[in-house]
């Protein structure tokens, strides 16, 4: 057993853990006294499975994983096809995004954005990088819009986002030129454009509306940005302490273990534990950089890239959330929010960094 745990690096375990235990507390703290009052420990299993999960795959070595990947890829697009078949799919708030699995509700898409940055990594892993041509690029941008738009059919268009943070590795490989950026920033105006008129559903645009002006409808569409700035405002400079936020404790503050959890934190911790926080999951993504910089291969690089690039698009987009500087996507934070699939992703992700890192320093 104690070598199964060598494989793991404490710098980036030990705020992993830490962070583990300030989520299960805050969920514990904002479910107190609702009929989700035991989600808490729910979510503590998950967590332990993740734990074994990332300890076990920590274990097999990286080019075995890599050498895998494009049958994990096919395996993701089967499950995000299967969700959108009548009666495999399940239909939960008017989006059908999850399949039922032993009982339980799994979202295959939080899944295929972790197989899909595993097989790009492995794809462009491949040749050097002089030696990619715009061939080569364009496979591979397909091999991301592809899983993005069966996830955006469901829909669910916070889900489709989180992919982009793969498309990042392109410029890390070949050069941020200019031309890439006027032609990035074109594509996506264009893209703008055309999801707004043809692609995003009222409710949607509803969200970006709510974005540019919370005070329109404080008791409408803009309710929970208001409830969530006034619990973190509340939360002063050293908090409310546990399980004594007003906000919280009397259920102004909305889906409060998953969505707003963060909200949660700041009001009971203040703004002493919010930097505490953002500092551990500074150490978090700065960790997977170094161990990327480290590997021997350019896919274990480029793994480590993109999986510091989702860790860290999901936590800005969250906190910008809660406090109100971007729209509410239903992007969850990492370690912190409840769910079972995105707890087992964030942790198969982590158990490949700590290979690499485990392999590279066997060598």
Known sequence: MRERFRAL?????????????????TI??????TVQSSIWLKQSLWNLIGFALMLFVSRVRPSRIFNWSAGFYILGLLLLLAVLVPGI????GGSRRWILIAGQTFQPSELMKWLALLFV???????????????????????????????LKQPDLGMTLSFLPIFMLIPVIKGLRARWVALGLVAVSIFGVFAWQKVLKPYQKQRVLTFLNPNADLQGK???INQSRIAIGAGGFFGQGFTAGSQ???NFLPVKTTDFVFSVWAEERGFLGVLMALGLFGMVLNRILEIGRAAKTHAETYFCIGAACLFGLH??????MVVGILPN??????????????????FLGLGVIMGVHYRTKMK
Do not use: C, E, W
């Open 222 to 224: 803009g309710y929970q």
């Open 315 to 320: 936590i800005f987009v969250n906190v910008g």
């Open 89 to 92: 799919g399940k239909t939960i």
């Open 121 to 151: 990594a492995h794809r462009l892993g491949t040749k050097p990088p002089d030696y990619l041509r715009a061939a080569d690029l364009l496979g591979i941008t397909m091999l991301v819009v592809f899983p993005m738009l069966l996830v």
């Open 9 to 25: 690096d404490p710098y980036l375990l030990v705020p992993i853990l830490v962070l583990m235990f300030m989520g299960t507390l």
């Open 248 to 250: 919280t404790q009397l």
């Open 28 to 33: 514990f703290s904002a479910s107190r006294g």
């Open 329 to 346: 996507k239903g992007i969850v934070l990492p370690f912190f929010s409840a769910g079972g699939s995105s707890t087992l992703s964030y």
